[in-house]
């Protein structure tokens, strides 16, 4: 009578849950098609609307952009779907997503197979690597593989803008005169364009353009030393930009560039007006390449008006920010030289040597990713210390001789353990390879002999000779062994002759003899073979075990000892499983 309640309680609980369960799996049906409803309800023009007031980098607009990429998505209309991966990009904050919306880009853009928006997709990824990593050769691949796609196409803004991110790298890696040539032409277009009749979103697009590259080609006459036509074109930009909303960014830059040419022509108090100005919208920005030029030559002006108390500041917001963005331009490399002197003259000798390493770390990254720029810059600070050093060589001389002796007495003996670790690579990989082709071309690693069949009549006879045993009870020993092996019951730990024996019914001298006689193996080595065979395909064929320790896989394939299962493992196949692996993620890594 209690178990019929409890069996009533426990149907009716069941029973709710299932139905509470079923209305849930109905009001999620119901949402989903909802959703999918509204989605093509809304039209791509109304789900823009949602997000196009924030500003960029604002991830709160992204929920609003991921539906207008998943209506693009669900219609096929990869035109929108590359507009929708673009705008994410436009407001993704963190720079790794940035990159890998870029390459959702272009894969939408090459199922669209227009020529236009496969240009601006790579286009887009080349800016990412420009503006978010500093990453120059990588964006100049990206800006070539745009130009070639867009040179024979009639959208003439589309081939000029990529023009214009090819000076500016080029401008950046200290190609100048081959940059003023891209620069020109732009400016040429944009100029020409404005003078016609555009359409108000045109007239926007071409008059940033128009401004950037006027700015781009400043700099180039800057770095060139010509500061006439530098200065003539400032002037140019501030008028053209000056009180334009639209345009804010670009008049700062025309600031901090005039700021510049004032520092040049010696008006110091005019160019600390212009530098201050402009700072702030920089910062806004997060440009922070140009944030620390101009710190930094509001450091010199005040430097040259002798307020240094003053300049190291400016002077040490530079290296602040090069060590938050880890990047740094080289005309800035002065900066450490004046801190390493001005520290020097203030005898603070942790201070001294921390700009100096600070020095040593810029020129490394100069020296990376500005080659062309990093052999023409005027390095002060190494003259005087090649100077000192010269001093010193004379009494170095001894020290370094016998310093030779020594690094060509540790030359050899790397070479001789090189040597010896390229004969053991070599001889590890003709294992590997043997090992590989016993893998490839058998259906297991063990002998022919091991197959689990007795179909000739004198293996029979022997084996009833040896036992004294029917030919049914052999038969049922070879099913069960068959089984053993099909289901696995190898790896299991401390497995022995007796208990496995016991578990088939029957007693240890059938089980050995069977064993020996159609395995041609004791049992200790039949259990071993079986389970290295195991572990050998596993790691092999499944990538998981590349990130298993030697113990975690002995323990996998039901050893307890690490050694005895790499000793076993080597006696087998030839080869350490350490070495199979690496081996084996090698040639993966490589397919």
Same mark, same amino acid.
């Given at each position: 009578?209690?178990?019929?309640?409890?069996?009533?309680?426990?149907?009716?609980?069941?029973?709710?849950?299932?139905?509470?369960?079923?209305?849930?799996?109905?009001?999620?049906?119901?949402?989903?098609?909802?959703?999918?409803?509204?989605?093509?309800?809304?039209?791509?023009?109304?789900?823009?609307?949602?997000?196009?007031?924030?500003?960029?980098?604002?991830?709160?607009?992204?929920?609003?952009?991921?539906?207008?990429?998943?209506?693009?998505?669900?219609?096929?209309?990869?035109?929108?779907?590359?507009?929708?991966?673009?705008?994410?990009?436009?407001?993704?904050?963190?720079?790794?997503?940035?990159?890998?919306?870029?390459?959702?880009?272009?894969?939408?853009?090459?199922?669209?197979?227009?020529?236009?928006?496969?240009?601006?997709?790579?286009?887009?990824?080349?800016?990412?690597?420009?503006?978010?990593?500093?990453?120059?050769?990588?964006?100049?691949?990206?800006?070539?593989?745009?130009?070639?796609?867009?040179?024979?196409?009639?959208?003439?803004?589309?081939?000029?803008?990529?023009?214009?991110?090819?000076?500016?790298?080029?401008?950046?890696?200290?190609?100048?005169?081959?940059?003023?040539?891209?620069?020109?032409?732009?400016?040429?277009?944009?100029?020409?364009?404005?003078?016609?009749?555009?359409?108000?979103?045109?007239?926007?697009?071409?008059?940033?353009?128009?401004?950037?590259?006027?700015?781009?080609?400043?700099?180039?006459?800057?770095?060139?030393?010509?500061?006439?036509?530098?200065?003539?074109?400032?002037?140019?930009?501030?008028?053209?930009?000056?009180?334009?909303?639209?345009?804010?960014?670009?008049?700062?830059?025309?600031?901090?560039?005039?700021?510049?040419?004032?520092?040049?022509?010696?008006?110091?108090?005019?160019?600390?007006?212009?530098?201050?100005?402009?700072?702030?919208?920089?910062?806004?920005?997060?440009?922070?390449?140009?944030?620390?030029?101009?710190?930094?030559?509001?450091?010199?002006?005040?430097?040259?008006?002798?307020?240094?108390?003053?300049?190291?500041?400016?002077?040490?917001?530079?290296?602040?920010?090069?060590?938050?963005?880890?990047?740094?331009?080289?005309?800035?490399?002065?900066?450490?030289?004046?801190?390493?002197?001005?520290?020097?003259?203030?005898?603070?000798?942790?201070?001294?040597?921390?700009?100096?390493?600070? =020095?040593?770390?810029?020129? $490394?990254?100069? %020296?990376?990713?500005?080659? *062309? &720029? +990093? #052999?023409? !810059? @005027?390095?002060?600070?190494?003259?005087?210390?090649?100077?000192?050093?010269?001093?010193?060589?004379?009494?170095?001389?001894?020290?370094?001789?016998?310093?030779?002796?020594?690094?060509?007495?540790?030359?050899?003996?790397?070479?001789?353990?090189?040597?010896?670790?390229?004969?053991?690579?070599?001889?590890?990989?003709?294992?590997?390879?043997?090992?590989?082709?016993?893998?490839?071309?058998?259906?297991?690693?063990?002998?022919?002999?091991?197959?689990?069949?007795?179909?000739?009549?004198?293996?029979?006879?022997?084996?009833?000779?040896?036992?004294?045993?029917?030919?049914?009870?052999?038969?049922?020993?070879?099913?069960?062994?068959?089984?053993?092996?099909?289901?696995?019951?190898?790896?299991?730990?401390?497995?022995? =002759?007796?208990?496995?024996? $016991?578990?088939? %019914?029957?007693?240890?001298? *059938? &089980? +050995? #003899?069977? !064993? @020996?006689?159609?395995?041609?193996?004791?049992?200790?080595?039949?259990?071993?073979?079986?389970?290295?065979?195991?572990?050998?395909?596993?790691?092999?064929?499944?990538?998981?075990?590349?990130?298993?320790?030697?113990?975690?896989?002995?323990?996998?394939?039901?050893?307890?000892?690490?050694?005895?299962?790499?000793?076993?493992?080597?006696?087998?196949?030839?080869?350490?499983?350490?070495?199979?692996?690496?081996?084996?993620?090698?040639?993966?890594?490589?397919?």
């Amino acid at each position: 009578m209690l178990f019929n309640a409890f069996g009533m309680v426990f149907c009716v609980g069941f029973l709710k849950k299932f139905w509470f369960f079923v209305l849930f799996l109905l009001i999620g049906l119901s949402n989903n098609y909802c959703f999918g409803q509204k989605l093509q309800q809304d039209s791509y023009e109304s789900l823009k609307e949602k997000y196009d007031g924030f500003d960029k980098n604002d991830a709160k607009a992204l929920p609003f952009v991921n539906r207008f990429i998943l209506k693009a998505k669900k219609e096929s209309n990869y035109s929108k779907l590359v507009q929708g991966y673009q705008d994410a990009i436009y407001f993704e904050p963190n720079k790794l997503l940035k990159l890998k919306f870029a390459d959702s880009t272009l894969i939408a853009a090459y199922h669209s197979k227009d020529n236009d928006l496969i240009t601006s997709a790579y286009l887009g990824k080349g800016i990412i690597y420009y503006s978010n990593f500093r990453k120059y050769t990588p964006a100049l691949n990206e800006y070539l593989k745009a130009f070639s796609y867009v040179k024979n196409s009639d959208n003439e803004y589309l081939h000029y803008k990529v023009i214009y991110h090819l000076g500016v790298v080029k401008s950046y890696l200290g190609y100048y005169q081959e940059a003023i040539f891209h620069f020109n032409d732009c400016i040429k277009y944009f100029e020409t364009k404005l003078a016609s009749n555009l359409h108000p979103n045109e007239v926007y697009n071409h008059k940033k353009g128009y401004l950037n590259s006027i700015h781009q080609a400043l700099v180039c006459y800057r770095n060139l030393k010509e500061h006439q036509k530098s200065d003539s074109l400032v002037d140019v930009g501030l008028k053209s930009s000056a009180g334009k909303k639209d345009f804010v960014l670009e008049y700062n830059y025309f600031l901090k560039s005039k700021g510049i040419s004032e520092y040049y022509t010696h008006h110091y108090p005019k160019a600390l007006h212009y530098l201050t100005l402009s700072v702030n919208e920089l910062k806004k920005a997060n440009d922070f390449s140009w944030v620390s030029v101009n710190y930094f030559y509001q450091g010199k002006s005040l430097m040259a008006l002798g307020k240094m108390p003053l300049a190291i500041p400016k002077f040490e917001k530079v290296d602040s920010i090069f060590n938050k963005n880890q990047f740094i331009l080289p005309e800035l490399r002065n900066n450490y030289e004046i801190l390493i002197s001005y520290y020097k003259k203030q005898k603070n000798a942790d201070k001294q040597l921390y700009y100096m390493n600070q =020095l040593l770390k810029s020129d $490394s990254i100069i %020296g990376k990713d500005f080659i *062309y &720029l +990093s #052999t023409k !810059i @005027h390095k002060d600070y190494d003259t005087k210390a090649l100077y000192e050093e010269k001093k010193e060589l004379e009494k170095e001389m001894l020290s370094r001789n016998v310093l030779l002796f020594f690094l060509v007495s540790i030359s050899t003996v790397f070479l001789i353990l090189f040597i010896k670790k390229y004969r053991k690579e070599k001889m590890i990989q003709s294992k590997y390879e043997l090992l590989q082709k016993k893998l490839l071309t058998n259906h297991n690693l063990l002998s022919k002999n091991d197959n689990l069949s007795l179909d000739n009549d004198s293996d029979w006879l022997d084996i009833q000779k040896k036992c004294f045993v029917s030919h049914d009870i052999v038969e049922n020993i070879s099913s069960k062994l068959e089984k053993f092996e099909i289901n696995n019951e190898f790896l299991k730990k401390g497995i022995t =002759l007796n208990t496995l024996a $016991s578990y088939f %019914g029957t007693n240890t001298k *059938y &089980l +050995s #003899t069977v !064993i @020996h006689d159609y395995k041609k193996k004791n049992f200790n080595k039949y259990i071993n073979d079986l389970r290295i065979d195991y572990i050998t395909r596993h790691i092999y064929n499944s990538t998981k075990y590349h990130h298993f320790t030697i113990e975690a896989l002995a323990e996998e394939c039901g050893f307890s000892s690490r050694q005895h299962f790499s000793d076993l493992f080597y006696e087998i196949n030839g080869i350490r499983p350490k070495y199979f692996i690496r081996k084996r993620v090698q040639e993966l890594k490589n397919l």
